[in-house]
């Protein structure tokens, strides 16, 4: 569903089997959400396969979020797991979930 012109801009690959996260870490302060820059780690895996993510930072005006690209298995179930760091915070967080994939 991502256009070629968005998809070139920033370098992600299309495909019927790919897909991508894009993650974004925002702090509420008083009244106020503020975007936080982060250092990032993270994998995902289903039954069969293993695979790390590389994290690509984009920057659009204020906004900052972090774009991670895999294959997928139709209709399969991905596990997901990620290590973050924002900017100026004293501790790391971790962050899981499992989500089911289908081809469009």
Do not use: C
């Not at 991502?2 to 019927?16: E, M, N």
């Not at 820059?37 to 396969?49: E, N, P, V, Y």
């Amino acid at each position: 569903f991502l256009k070629p012109q968005v998809a070139a801009t920033y370098g992600i690959t299309r495909g019927k089997q790919r897909a991508f996260l894009n993650l974004a870490v925002r702090e509420h302060v008083r009244d106020i959400t503020e975007q936080r820059a982060m250092k990032i780690k993270g994998r995902t895996w289903d039954l069969i396969q293993n695979q790390f993510l590389e994290f690509k930072e984009i920057r659009e005006g204020p906004a900052i979020y972090y774009i991670g690209e895999f294959k997928f298995i139709n209709e399969e179930w991905r596990f997901f797991e990620f290590d973050f760091l924002p900017d100026g915070a004293e501790q790391s967080y971790r962050f899981k979930f499992r989500h089911q994939l289908y081809v469009n």
